[in-house]
């Protein structure tokens, strides 16, 4: 069964707009499934070829015109980060047809895609992130929208939505939103995982940096896991699994190249000088947390003691995901001092910034947005704030901050 996809309007435009598209994320979450559907109602006849073949990858690293050649446009590459010189050949083809939508990319090696990407298309190639299914894929099927803190728009989206459950949320984020599993075309999801760990780490791992050890780098993955919403700390990580930093530093970009992390930076300025300056880390996608973590439905995630960061996990990629799905990216911070203040949010938008904070509670109290204050001594006035939360409906707190129910993402 397909699930339709938020981006799809947004890849629609591209195509018909831009000669090359580069729709990268993490494998499996339906990025070749996407194209190929788009492809297929479009009734374009559109070459498909996977550079998973060693044989169409030798072919393309070889010689790029005979690939072309013999894969010609429009055409859709899968997994191109296999065959980096094929971005030249695009290039020239590109200028020499002039035609768009002939070129759609796929990749789950994201840094070294865009250094090539900036090398030889740069002007030519609208760039694409797909993550797991979001909750309006999965739930709702309304048209997609970024998340901000529009009041009416949301009281709109809850008559029509209707309240959902702290249980249900909880329900949300162990099921994964992974599409073969979604769709139901997967029903075992503990042994998916373990097919999709492996998979990284036996090949994908390996072809960005050495691994001589497998189940090292697992107990690493475990170990970021289980620091899911904390900010980063390199030393301590390192030295509960006795690497060296220098190690543990590489074997986090490597997470973040794969798309399997999110790194959220720090927000502040020349005026707000106590402010922390190290990023917090989020997993990309939360169910794979609570596997890695053992969990493995919302009974026993309700009573551990990492609920809170697991719930924050999932808030904060289902915001990254209403961004990206429709061709954006959130300017979204979180603030931390050495006095340990603490917001969880703060987006930055026409001249105000919005503080959010995010806790598991269904009946949020007012006094948690007396941090916010804290923002009133920076550049940007502080505009309407909120507590994402497990609310069953919106609630004013006060005359400028309200309750907002997760479910409203």
Request: net charge neutral; charged share 25%.
């Amino acid at each position: 069964m397909y699930i339709t996809r938020d981006l799809e309007p947004i890849i629609k435009q591209v195509a018909k707009e831009y000669p090359v598209l580069l729709l990268t994320g993490p494998r499996q979450v339906g990025k070749t499934t996407l194209l190929r559907h788009l492809s297929s109602s479009d009734g374009t006849k559109r070459t498909y070829v996977s550079l998973d073949s060693l044989e169409a990858r030798t072919l393309a690293n070889r010689d790029p015109d005979a690939f072309f050649s013999k894969y010609p446009p429009p055409i859709l590459i899968d997994e191109v980060q296999y065959a980096p010189d094929l971005f030249r050949a695009i290039k020239v083809l590109v200028d020499e047809r002039r035609c768009s939508g002939e070129f759609w990319l796929t990749g789950s090696q994201v840094f070294h895609l865009m250094q090539n990407v900036q090398e030889s298309l740069a002007g030519r190639v609208v760039h694409l992130s797909l993550g797991t299914l979001s909750q309006n894929e999965r739930f709702s099927h309304l048209e997609p929208r970024a998340f901000s803190l529009d009041l009416e728009y949301l009281q709109s989206k809850q008559s029509i939505l209707g309240p959902t459950s702290a249980y249900d949320i909880f329900s949300r984020i162990t099921a994964s939103a992974m599409p073969s599993i979604a769709s139901g075309k997967v029903t075992n999801q503990a042994l998916f995982y373990e097919s999709y760990l492996n998979t990284y780490i036996q090949r994908d791992v390996r072809d960005v940096v050495e691994i001589k050890d497998a189940s090292e780098f697992r107990r690493f993955f475990t170990t970021v896991a289980a620091r899911t919403g904390q900010v980063l700390n390199i030393a301590d990580m390192a030295r509960d699994l006795d690497i060296h930093p220098a190690t543990a530093k590489s074997w986090l970009g490597i997470l973040e190249t794969l798309g399997l992390i999110y790194s959220l930076p720090p927000y502040f300025n020349n005026l707000l000088k106590r402010a922390i300056k190290t990023p917090k880390i989020y997993m990309s996608d939360v169910a794979l947390v609570c596997h890695l973590l053992k969990i493995d439905s919302a009974d026993p995630l309700l009573s551990s003691p990492i609920k809170g960061s697991v719930f924050e996990t999932y808030v904060i990629n289902e915001i990254v995901r209403s961004y990206r799905n429709v061709g954006r990216e959130p300017w979204m911070y979180y603030y931390r001092d050495i006095d340990q203040r603490e917001i969880d949010i703060i987006f930055e938008q026409d001249g105000t910034i919005n503080p959010i904070e995010i806790k598991t509670t269904e009946a949020p109290p007012p006094q948690l947005v007396r941090t916010f204050r804290v923002l009133d001594s920076g550049v940007y006035p502080r505009d309407r704030g909120a507590i994402l939360c497990n609310t069953p409906t919106i609630e004013q707190l006060d005359a400028g901050n309200w309750g907002i129910p997760v479910a409203l993402i």
